[in-house]
């Protein structure tokens, strides 16, 4: 007779010929189906419910009406891993596109213009620049959402969340210090016009320089991403991050002010005759002077019409604001003859990475403002984290949430690397797209992947790079002043946590009056340290001279000083009553007060009693 051995126990067939269900499981264990997977994607593909599902999709497009009671969004949560029906999918991935399209590509498009501290490329290297940070972007998001294991250890690749990651405009002050050094030092050519106005010549090497010395800097993001969270917020508290952020935000908004009224080139000294009497020069379409009413309109389109949709818009179009007020500008611009295609018909269809060498090298004087990027990045990074966490019902604290820091910090790390080597600065995760999470509801992980697909197609397809290029520097200008102007709200925002204590005010009262001093002046420092003959020494002073100029630099070593130095001379209740009086107003503490003093009696009494 045959027998059978399942689980340590003798069976023999008598046995096995049994029609209880619970004796037949103990022999045939449970096997799922092998077309299960087909048979979920068949009904997501071929039911309301798989394509449509029970999204609230008039909660998301109705506009906000004044004087009318907006009804509250009833859709469902849909978690980073949830299932979410296939138009769902697509909308959210094309919000969370639009949400970030206008701030990658605006620190590539500015830095590759015209400028004593930019590079002045030629319109073919600047749509392949822009091009780059398009489809290094959406590599690194794709590595960003799905997150990997490295073998054999318990550290992770990616924060697998909705997170979309994008040229950091922290890249930009950096940037700027180390073009215009090397413009300085002769190293990038120059021009002397005949009306006397210096004309900057293109110099892709400095961008190499950006670029390698952006990677070096790099490692240190990898090494703090084996740190625990709250190891990496005591070594940096967020009055030194608070200020930073907001010091970064105020030195771009002059870049922004001048590409507002027309563009930070040579027609910016506004000469009376010449190539560049009107911006960007005289054979632009419909050129205006620096500084004109017409350059101030097409800017004032898009700054306020960024406003008016935070008015009225709906939740769809509030995400999107950016780029509809871009949208918004382009369609003023051409109506008024300034939208230039010509650039959009040369270009070619396709491109993709490394079309393009710019000479990767290190510049020494550039490390330190790119080592404050990088922590810069690292704390935005770990911000931007814990918000993704909290909108997207994950816990944010505890052993799961210190893999996820982990695991995007070590991405973006990585990100600054594969972006040098890829031709594009460094990349880090957005914030925007939390506030999208929020608002619709949708943390789905494959919303995230539509959106890096966009980007990488957009990058791939080097017609649109060359749209984007096409826009005229006003129109530039109006967006990017209110998205640097988003930047220095964030680090006012942090500074609104503090307790402002004495010694916060003195911290944040010295490093604001030095940051700001460089911005408003930043010859400032310019005749100060002797010139030496020895290339060593005079490298040295060169990189001094760089950090004491840039005034988020300067800034912020100011604050990481103090915060080291100044002592914590408050006790726990005198900071107590500070909260207190903080918080009351004048008859309040008053009132306050005549407690204080009555108690204080009361005190004295029974102390004499």
């Known amino acids: 007779m045959s027998s059978y051995i399942t689980e340590g126990k003798k069976y023999t067939v008598d046995d096995i010929q049994t029609e209880d269900i619970q004796t037949a499981q103990d022999f ?18 071929t039911t309301r419910d798989g394509w449509i599902g029970n999204y609230d ?108 990651t994008g040229v950091s405009f922290a890249n930009m002050p950096a940037a700027q210090a180390i073009i215009s050094s090397l413009y300085k030092n002769g190293t990038c050519p120059t021009e002397i016009l005949e009306d006397g106005t210096i004309h900057y010549l293109a110099c892709p090497s400095a961008f190499g320089a950006v670029l390698g010395t952006q ?12 740190l625990p969270p709250r190891v990496i917020r005591k070594i940096f508290p967020k009055i030194i991050m608070g200020i930073v952020l907001a010091i970064i935000g105020t030195s771009l908004i002059a870049s922004g002010m001048k590409n507002w009224a027309g563009g930070a080139g040579p027609c910016m000294n506004r000469p009376t005759s010449g190539l560049f009497v009107n911006c960007p020069d005289i054979n632009a379409p419909n050129a205006q002077p620096w500084g004109g009413p017409v350059n101030f309109a097409l800017g004032s389109s898009v700054f306020f019409m960024i406003i008016l949709i935070e008015m009225v818009g709906s939740v769809f179009l509030k995400n999107i604001s950016v780029i509809i007020g871009l949208l918004t500008g382009c369609i003023v611009a051409s109506a008024v003859g300034m939208f230039d295609n010509s650039g959009i018909a040369a270009a070619p269809v396709g491109t993709f990475l490394w079309m393009k060498n710019f000479g990767l090298s290190v510049y020494g004087p550039g490390i330190i403002p790119f080592m404050f990027v990088q922590l810069d990045m690292i704390i935005e990074c770990l911000g931007d984290l ?21 695991g995007g910090l070590l991405s973006d790390g990585i990100s600054s690397i594969f972006s040098g080597l890829a031709t594009s600065m460094g990349v880090v995760t957005f914030s925007q797209n939390n506030g999208v999470i929020a608002v619709t509801r949708c943390a789905s992980r494959r ?38 102007a988003s930047v220095a709200t964030s680090g006012i925002r942090i500074l609104g946590y503090l307790d402002w204590t004495r010694r916060d005010r003195v911290i ?14 930043p010859t400032w420092f310019d005749n100060v340290l002797p010139v030496f003959e020895n290339e060593a020494i005079e490298g040295l002073m060169e ?21 080291l130095v100044l002592p914590y001379d408050n006790t726990e209740a005198d900071d107590e009553l500070a909260k207190r009086n903080r918080t ?23 102390s004499i009693v």
């Open 28 to 45: 045939y264990p449970s096997v799922e189906a092998p077309s299960s997977r087909w048979t979920r994607i068949k009904q997501k593909a």
């Open 57 to 164: 999709y008039r909660a998301l497009c109705v506009p906000n009406i004044p004087f009318l009671t907006k009804k509250a969004n009833s859709s469902p949560f849909y978690g980073p891993d949830d299932e979410i029906p296939i138009l769902v999918t697509i909308l959210m991935g094309i919000q969370h596109f639009l949400a970030v399209i206008g701030g990658i590509i605006a620190p590539t498009i500015m830095i590759s213009g015209q400028g004593s501290s930019f590079l002045n490329l030629d319109e073919d290297s600047r749509r392949y620049m822009v091009s780059a940070s398009l489809i290094v972007s959406g590599l690194m998001s794709f590595v960003q959402i799905l997150r990997v294991r490295i073998p054999r250890t318990k550290y992770y690749i990616g924060s697998g969340l909705l997170q979309i």
């Open 215 to 226: 990677m070096i800097c790099s490692v240190l993001s990898i090494g703090m991403s084996f």
């Open 386 to 406: 814990t918000a993704a966490c909290d909108v997207s019902g994950l816990p944010i604290e505890g052993k799961s949430f210190e893999e996820r820091c982990q």
């Open 447 to 484: 919303a995230g992947l539509v959106c890096a697909s966009l980007l990488i197609f957009c990058g791939i397809f080097g017609k649109i790079s060359a749209a984007f290029l096409a826009i005229p520097s006003p129109l530039i200008g109006g967006m990017t002043v209110f998205l640097f």
């Open 508 to 521: 944040v009262a010295a490093s604001l009056a030095l940051a700001f001093g460089v911005a408003l002046v």
């Open 543 to 563: 990189a001094v001279h760089t950090v004491v100029s840039t005034s988020y630099i300067i800034g912020g070593i100011v604050a990481i000083l103090l915060n």
């Open 584 to 606: 009351a107003g004048g008859a309040a503490r008053i009132f306050m007060d005549d407690h204080n003093s009555i108690k204080n009696e009361k005190d004295d009494k029974s």
